[in-house]
Nanobody, 123 residues
Framework: EAQLVESGGGLVQAGGSLKLSCEAS????????IGWFRQAPGKEREGISC????????YYSDSVKDRFTISSDNAKNTVYLQMDSLKPEDTAIYYC????????????????WGQGTQVTVSS
């Protein structure tokens, strides 16, 4: 069975950086996409970035574009989320999940989820 495990969360001051990792295992095919989602207290979960393993295509939501960078190391089956210029409003639990990452279909379905990692940005 497919599994995703996140790591790398923590506490950082505003303006700082963190790098999250999402290690995937148990996938039986290569053509899948991994997305990063976050959920802040009292808010709905939002998809913020995704990457397609097969061709490396990426997508960013407006809320993180130009500050976050998604990448993957296919040899390690790991997807990363480099988060720079962090703001207090980025505070949330961050999850990775297998999802759709194509025009018009971004985050519309998800299949496997990690357990989440807490990111806290202090002002």
């Amino acid at each position: 069975e497919a599994q995703l495990v996140e790591s790398g969360g923590g506490l950082v001051q505003a303006g700082g950086s963190l790098k999250l990792s999402c290690e995937a295992s148990g996938f039986t095919f290569d053509d899948y996409a991994i997305g990063w989602f976050r959920q802040a207290p009292g808010k709905e979960r939002e998809g913020i970035s995704c990457i397609r393993r097969k061709d490396g295509s990426v997508y960013y939501s407006d809320s993180v574009k130009d500050r976050f960078t998604i990448s993957s190391d296919n040899a390690k089956n790991t997807v990363y989320l480099q988060m720079d210029s962090l703001k207090p409003e980025d505070t949330a639990i961050y999850y990775c999940a297998e999802t759709f990452c194509s025009d018009g279909l971004y985050f519309q379905k998800t299949f496997y989820w990690g357990q989440g990692t807490q990111v806290t940005v202090s002002s």
